[in-house]
């Protein structure tokens, strides 16, 4: 079992930047895909970024050249630098992690371990 923690989330004013991060508590998440999922309010979840333990990454396109996600595997985290932040990017953002170490897409089913948010508002 993985737990997973999400620190870095805030307030920023429209074309900001934060980073997020995400470390597992217990267990890892080093073999593994994991990714970044959001839920506006009023919204479902959507994928935002996920990255393969070779590296490779997926991003939703509204946030592509925006979002960068990487992982350490060394340290167990995962991180979500964003910058250019628009007001449609505010959610809650949640670090996931699937039981496979292949991304394939970013469909918020696929993931199995999941943290408890952060909150995101840009204004």
């Known amino acids: 079992h993985v737990q997973l923690v999400e620190s870095g989330g805030g307030s920023v004013q429209a074309g900001g930047s934060l980073r997020l991060s995400c470390a597992a508590r217990t267990g890892t998440f080093r073999s593994a895909c994991v990714g970044w999922i959001r839920q506006a309010p009023g919204k479902g979840r959507e994928g935002v970024a996920a990255?393969?333990?070779?590296?490779?990454?997926w991003y939703q396109e509204s946030v592509k050249g925006r979002f960068t996600i990487s992982r350490d595997s060394a340290k167990n985290t995962l991180s979500l630098q964003m910058n250019g932040l628009k007001p449609e990017d505010t959610a809650t953002y949640f670090c996931?992690?699937?039981?496979?170490?292949?991304?394939?897409?970013?469909?918020?089913?696929?993931?199995?371990?999941w943290g408890q948010g952060t909150q995101v508002t840009v204004s």
């Open positions: 990255i393969n333990v070779h590296g490779i990454d």
């Open positions: 996931a992690a699937r039981t496979s170490r292949f991304c394939g897409g970013l469909d918020p089913a696929e993931y199995t371990y």
